[in-house]
């Protein structure tokens, strides 16, 4: 079956300070996979979606970047950390175009302080 | 970018009551999901609707597609306290997702 591990749960950062999130897919192959970003309570910010391996596509020009460096990886980055990248981020995986919806993983909140 | 309004935003109510929720676009679209979300995990897919006037049922919840897909409800009969949470509309395919409906049931 397909899991979803997305790392750490929880992270306090300093203004300034770089970021890396990990999320890593097993048990498919050549998944879609993207990162959202979830204020309180609310609707998902569509951040970056890959199609494959070094296939980066943005939704919202900010202070992130994203990885695949492998087919079946991808990461969320930041060089400097801003107050207002706090947030609650979600990676998750579809099927091909994603018809039937997407699996989410369990997502990491980040406070900037 | 295609747009998903939700409604209401915030809904109460007692243990044993009905409810419905809205999703709505005056977009077309090719397929939508709806999730649950608990405090701090990851939403969690329930359905996904596909064809123009699509009724799905999961236990106690109803969700209905409109006939002109652009358009779904979600009806929960005799709500739970397990119910609570925030439920999410969303076209995985086209990269959208509506704001939310933040559910609570009281006992």
């Known amino acids: 079956s397909q899991t979803i591990h997305q790392w750490p749960a929880t992270l306090v950062q300093p203004v300034g300070s770089p970021l890396s999130l990990e999320c890593t897919v097993e048990?498919?192959?050549?998944?879609?996979l993207y990162w959202y970003r979830q204020a309180a309570g609310r609707g998902l910010q569509l951040l970056f979606y890959?199609?494959?391996?070094?296939?980066i596509s943005s939704e919202v020009p900010q202070n992130l970047s994203a990885s695949r460096p492998q087919d079946r990886q991808f990461i969320l980055s930041s060089k400097k950390l801003l107050l207002s990248d706090s947030g609650f981020y979600l990676c998750?995986?579809?099927?091909?175009?994603?018809?039937?919806?997407?699996?989410f993983g369990s997502g990491t909140r980040l406070t900037v302080v | 970018t295609q747009l998903l309004e939700q409604s209401p935003q915030f809904l109460s109510i007692q243990e044993g009551e009905n409810l419905t929720v809205y999703c709505n676009s005056s977009?077309?679209?090719?397929?939508l999901q709806w999730y649950r979300q608990e405090p701090g995990e990851g939403p969690v897919l329930l359905v996904t609707?596909?064809?123009?006037?699509e009724v799905k049922k999961l236990k106690r919840l109803t969700f209905q597609f409109g006939d002109a897909r652009k358009d779904s409800s979600l009806h929960i009969t005799a709500a739970q306290p397990g119910d609570t949470g925030l439920y999410l509309c969303g076209s995985a395919r086209q990269l959208t997702f509506g704001s939310g409906t933040q559910l609570t049931v009281l006992p």
């Open positions: 890959s199609v494959g391996i070094g296939q």
């Open positions: 609707v596909v064809t123009g006037g």
């Open positions: 977009s077309v679209f090719s397929s």
């Open positions: 998750a995986w579809s099927v091909g175009q994603a018809n039937y919806g997407y699996t």
């Open positions: 048990g498919t192959s050549n998944p879609n």
